[in-house]
């Protein structure tokens, strides 16, 4: 996340030094309150010996009354406009009453005074030129007229005015500034109070890694006065200081870095670096928030060794089904083909009775064949131990093969078994033998859960450079809550019934058989209506067979 940026100053803004607006509109009308008195003071006593001198000095007082629009509106225009207002004012008093010869020489230094008191790092230059404009016009009016009476009881008020103005004006700056200063140091302060009782450490890094500043609480085996003398790579442990560094140089490129490492002084615990720039003005500067990271990396590393430990049974557990699966098939074989001898009376006739028994032992014993096969192929995927016998072929011998197996028990049931094969050739560079299994499979469970009368249709299809084979049924479909887990080894869909009639192993061979050929299964279902699943797989050629192709046998490169 970026720093947020700080928002442009205002056109109109004030600036830092510039006192506030109630306290420069009394100013304002203190200034016309003693010029007003002054001029009607002048007048009582007789001071004024020019009738212009009382005008002038009224002209002096214009604005200050001006001045009181400070208190309804304020800002950097409305100040500029009393500056002109009192650069005009004292060029008007300097040239009715002869500028610094007159009576009122005094006020033409107004206009500096009150650049003074309105903003002076930004107005004190015009303010002067204010004033040079006053005594130029009094030098233009005694150039004219001659040089005037001076009246010295008004000479000398104009002359204090402006000094107690001026005077006023410092110290009304004075005290903003000082105002301001205590506000920014609050401030600070407030900022320090809450860096130091954060739960991490703050540190700013100068472009040598060496703490500037440090704020808030150290993590357990990173002291902190150590870093301000021999930097944060000092702290790091050696094996850990690369990856620091490239954090670092991350950061300073711009972007926000983290970084875990291990302190020097505490091997056994992990201090969690943030870090980010400083700012665009001060990009060898970083900030950066180091949180202590133990008991997180203990959960990690807890957990890493939970998932190797489980992946390890895993293994261990495919492992012993492969070997046990060619344990079992060896005697089971055996029993398979005694039984098939006895029910077919090789040997000499069988009373009516064994030969039922012989006839449940032999299907009984094909269905537990189909099964440890199953079983051995889906372990021998997930050990890793699955290798693709890669040949090209035609995809149709494989579907009419398989079509063969099956039609036998469609027929019994009664289901319609139909084939959609393209006209032309489709060759393929795949496992002939895993293709066929997958069609196999696909076409038994369909068969199994297509009620009588039913229909079961096979198509395939190019497109492209893949394979597309679907199988589609009218059987009894697939509820949508099922759906996610199917595919998976041993889960079934339907009620007990209809799982009774499977083991939950053909759909995850098939997908697994499928991804083994950087492929994918899909399967779309309705309750009541049938279900089609679909695989694809990038195997596609269309250039002829070669014979140097022929059984090229590719390792298995990821378990299924």
């Known amino acids: 996340m970026n720093p947020p940026s700080t928002p442009p100053q205002a056109a109109d803004a ?17 200034w016309a309150a003693a010029v007003g008195l002054t001029a009607l003071g002048g007048v009582w006593l007789g001071e004024g010996k020019s009738p212009l001198d009382v005008p002038a000095a009224l002209a002096m007082a214009t604005p200050g009354l001006l001045g009181l629009s400070l208190l309804g509106r304020d800002g950097h225009a409305v100040r500029t406009a009393l500056l002109v207002a009192w650069s005009l004012a004292a060029a008007a008093a300097a040239g009715l ?24 790092s930004r107005l004190g230059p015009f303010g002067a030129l204010g004033s040079a404009l006053g005594i130029l016009a009094g030098l233009i009016a005694v150039a004219m007229k001659g040089a005037p009476d001076v009246s010295p009881g008004m000479a000398a008020v104009s002359g204090l005015l402006t000094a107690g103005a001026t005077a006023s004006a410092f110290r009304m700056n004075a ?8 506000a920014t140091r609050a401030a600070v302060t407030q900022v320090e109070t ?55 140089a991350k950061a300073r490129a711009g972007a926000e870095a983290q970084v875990r490492f291990a302190p020097r002084l505490a091997l056994d ?11 665009k003005d001060e990009p060898t500067r970083l900030i950066a928030l ?16 939970a998932r190797a430990e489980a992946e390890a049974q895993n293994a261990g557990k495919s492992r012993f089904l492969a070997n046990m699966s060619h344990e079992l098939r060896t005697p089971l074989n055996a029993v398979l083909g005694f039984s098939d001898i006895m029910r077919q009376r090789l040997f000499g006739p069988v009373p009516d009775r064994y030969a039922d028994y012989a006839q449940s032992i032999h299907q009984a014993g094909g269905h537990l064949l189909d099964l440890i096969n199953d079983v051995l192929d889906v372990s021998r995927i997930e050990a890793a131990r699955y290798s693709l016998t890669i040949e090209r072929f035609d995809m ?37 033998r895993a293709l066929k299994q997958i069609t196999l499979n696909l076409l038994s469970n369909a068969v199994k859960f297509t009620p009588t009368g039913g229909a079961v249709t096979v198509s395939v299809e190019a497109l492209g450079a893949g394979l ?3 199988v589609a049924d009218t059987g009894v479909g697939v509820a949508p809550e099922d759906l996610a887990r199917i595919g998976r080894p041993f889960e079934q869909a339907g009620g007990a019934e209809q799982r009774a009639q499977g083991t939950g192993l053909g759909l995850s061979l098939v997908r697994s058989l499928a991804e083994l050929h950087q492929g994918a299964m899909s399967i779309d279902s309705t309750p009541g209506e049938g279900t089609a699943v679909t695989v694809r797989l990038p195997v596609v050629v269309a250039t002829p067979a070669r014979a140097d192709v022929e059984g090229e046998v590719i390792p298995l490169n990821r378990s299924a």
């Open 14 to 30: 004030l600036p830092d030094d510039a006192p506030g607006g109630s306290a420069l509109a009394a100013w304002h009308a203190g």
């Open 97 to 120: 009453s002869g500028g610094l010869t007159g009576p009122l020489g005094g006020f033409v230094f107004m206009p500096l005074a009150a650049a003074i008191a309105l903003a002076p």
């Open 175 to 182: 005290v903003s500034q000082a105002r301001r200063r205590a």
């Open 194 to 248: 809450v860096l130091a009782g954060q739960p991490g450490l703050t540190l700013v890094l100068d472009a040598s890694n060496i703490a500037l500043a440090a704020y808030g609480a150290a993590p357990a085996a990173l002291p902190v006065d150590p870093l301000f003398e021999d930097g944060l790579i000092a702290a790091v442990h050696a094996p850990d200081r690369p990856a620091v560094q490239a954090a670092l």
């Open 269 to 279: 615990r992990r201090i969690l670096l943030v870090v980010r720039r400083l700012g």
């Open 290 to 305: 180091a949180l202590d990271a133990t008991l997180q990396h203990a959960r990690e590393e807890g957990l890493e060794a």
């Open 396 to 432: 149709r011998e494989v579907v009419s093969a398989a079509l063969a197996l099956v039609r036998v028990q469609a027929d019994d049931k009664g289901v319609d078994l139909a084939a959609v094969l393209p006209p032309d050739a489709l060759t393929v560079a795949a496992d002939r």
């Open 468 to 470: 597309e084979l679907t």
